[in-house]
């Protein structure tokens, strides 16, 4: 913190990817040297990258999300394996918090089960199993207290891994997505419930599935949502008007605005 104050930074502008950066350390190193930044505070970057605590967290708002269940190694072992988990296939296994989808296995046959977990366990302490559902990948993000366009990705593959986001040419992105104006305000108001009750801050993209009932479930939340070219975010943001620098001025704006009025830590 010593280190940081003593580069006399106005704000800082954070675009970081997976730990350290997502998961509130580096918020709570520019806390302590009193420097403004953009984004969400050390509390919401923490619970959202953190997949068992943010899941938790949909739950107790009434949040609709996938069944669950989330172990670390040790209660894996306690339990006898994944075999014996009572897993019923299709599933989801991802690592609980790491970044940009690494890690992460569809199940559709149970032999498959044990290599999904040992599989996510390489990418962190800690494993997410949850329902497969079926349906159409949505991501909304958020912009101050407003949800932008829908995003449809139409992904080659299973689904939106790090083959698709930052590889693949064949991965589509439509936005705004083709929904009725219903659909899309049920889908916009799940994402800002998700931001709300994260206790996310300025920006946050919300990532889910929109099964064929038209309901959607909500997967996880990302609060440093990739600021490229090619990401989710400023293609929202565009088809709402808004270009890439007056994206970039509101998210320091509202940084150096957070922090003349003291909640930085809120």
């Keep these: 913190a010593n280190m940081a104050a003593a580069l ?4 800082a502008f954070l675009a970081l990817h997976g730990e350290f950066g997502e998961d509130g350390r580096i918020q709570m190193i520019l806390e302590q040297a009193g420097i403004p930044y953009t984004g969400s505070g050390v509390d ?18 009434g949040i609709l999300t996938p069944a669950w269940m989330g172990f670390d190694a040790d209660e894996l072992r306690a339990l006898g394996g994944p075999e014996n988990l009572g897993l019923v296939p299709p599933l989801v296994v991802k690592p609980a918090a790491s970044g940009s989808s690494l890690g992460v296995t569809i199940v559709r046959r149970m032999d498959d089960a044990t290599a999904a977990v040992l599989r996510a366990f390489e990418y962190g302490e800690s494993v997410l199993v949850e329902r497969y559902i079926q349906g159409r990948e949505l991501t909304v993000a958020v912009l101050g207290h407003e949800p932008l366009p829908v995003c449809e990705l139409n992904v080659k593959g299973e689904f939106y891994d790090y083959q698709a986001k930052y590889v693949d040419a ?6 705004p997505a083709e929904l009725s104006r219903e659909l899309t305000s049920r889908v916009q108001a799940a994402a800002l419930s998700v931001h709300q009750a994260l206790g996310c801050r300025d920006l946050s ?7 064929a009932a038209g309901q959607p479930w909500v997967l996880e939340a990302n609060t440093l949502p990739g600021l490229t070219a090619h990401s989710l975010l400023p293609k929202a943001a565009e088809a709402a008007g808004i270009d890439f620098v007056t994206l970039c001025e509101f998210l320091l704006l509202s940084a150096l605005e957070h922090d003349e009025r003291g909640c930085q830590a809120a």
């Design 170 to 175: 064949g991965t589509r992105i439509v936005c």
């Design 205 to 211: 993209r919300v990532d889910m599935i929109l099964d």
């Design 44 to 61: 919401a970057s923490a619970l959202a990258f953190d997949k068992l605590l943010a899941k938790r967290a949909f739950e107790k708002h």
């Design 8 to 11: 006399e930074i106005d704000a």
